[in-house]
């Protein structure tokens, strides 16, 4: 049985109500609910009385030091078979880590702990670290965001993963790092017995300096997966450096994240030879980088390569405009596997859309997901656009938010919702004016296919 409930302001009876449910709820997950210590004293006892009991999600709660150490009464019981836990924002400071010190330290079934966005501080987290490294703490996954973690913690973190081979997921994205404790981290990440699957280093302060030893954890740790690295200034130099790694045949990079990274077109060329050779590459972003049309058309070559199994390409605000949709194009009509194409953002108008048509209605293509949100398009593209959702049955995922589509467009834009070939089951229209009489036929439209969800 699962307990799913957000943003509910929780009055006394319907928590009492509540709480006779989550006896026997094997999941619980109560976000943005106002929820305080005196819950969690409640919430203590349910997992006392509840050993069937997996995962328990409080984000966004003020439950506070005090409510944590209620809840780790609970936690600490020999019944408990806890194994994530969630506590994103919830007020707690560097009090609350001797207390999940002992959870990590007792609790052998706990292998997910969210705690980021609470300030728990480097001190606070060099005590988790420690309950980390006791045998008994079968952790795989922890979430350290926005922890207002420095450099002085990476010294505790390299100990914990020496002793923690079982550790699969590391997120330490939001904190400022610097690349000096960045390089002592992948240091400690290749000599160390752990096999991560997941690293994520997003807006830590990481410039070029760091990406060699960046990129040596790429060649020696075959079992990193998904690595991000997004809003980090990186710029071209390092981006040739992090390829070293990911081009290296032990390396089995699946996802990879490159935002807001300083890149250029002139990062294109080496990106290009990932996507057409790293076959395990399944998913990249690039959003918020300035690679232009010229860098685009050489990523767009790589697509077409037979060896690139790319499924996402985020490439949203990237510069782009009319002059690369010709090569979208062409790449659309030949790569059978891309499924999502985030391209918003970019002055790409009604002529670029027009080009890039062509390719969606190609047989060999299979996007599922298309995103055109603020792309300077007009009604005058919506006639083709509707072809293609009436055409198009892999395609249930469309965003056109922020364009200038008025009455005429979002009307043939709903002809092609009517249509019975139409499988479109998400349609994003946020920020368009249109008059009341299309608003009623929006949702006219929503009653009759209630399987659309329509997005404004």
Known sequence: MELDIQCEEMSPSRWAELLSTMKSCKTIRLDDCNLSSSNCEDLSSVIKMNPSLTELKLNNNELGDAGIEYLCKGLLMPSCSLQKLWLQNCNLTSASCETLRSVLS????LTELHIGDNKLGTAGVKVLCQGMMNPNCKLQKLQ???????????EALNAALQ???TLKEL???NNTLGDTAVKQLCRGLVEASCNLELLHLENCGITSDSCREISAVLSNKSSLIDLSVGDNKIGDSGLALLCQGLMHPNCKIQKLWLWDCDLTSASCRDLSRLISTKETLTEISLIDNNLRDSGMEMLCQALKDPKSKLQELWIRECGLTTACCKAVSSALSVNKHLKVLH???NKLGDAGVE????GLLHPNCNIQSLWLGNCDLTAACCATLATVMATKQCLTELD???NSLEDEGIRKICEALRNPSCNMQQLILYDIFWSSEVDDELRALEESKPEVKIIS
């Open 163 to 165: 002793s923690k081979p």
């Open 106 to 109: 007792a609790q052998p079934s």
């Open 144 to 154: 350290l965001e926005y922890c207002e973690l420095t450099a002085d913690i990476v």
């Open 171 to 173: 997120s330490l994205s």
């Open 343 to 345: 391209m918003g953002e």
């Open 400 to 402: 056109l938010s922020y």
């Open 355 to 358: 080009l890039m048509c062509e």
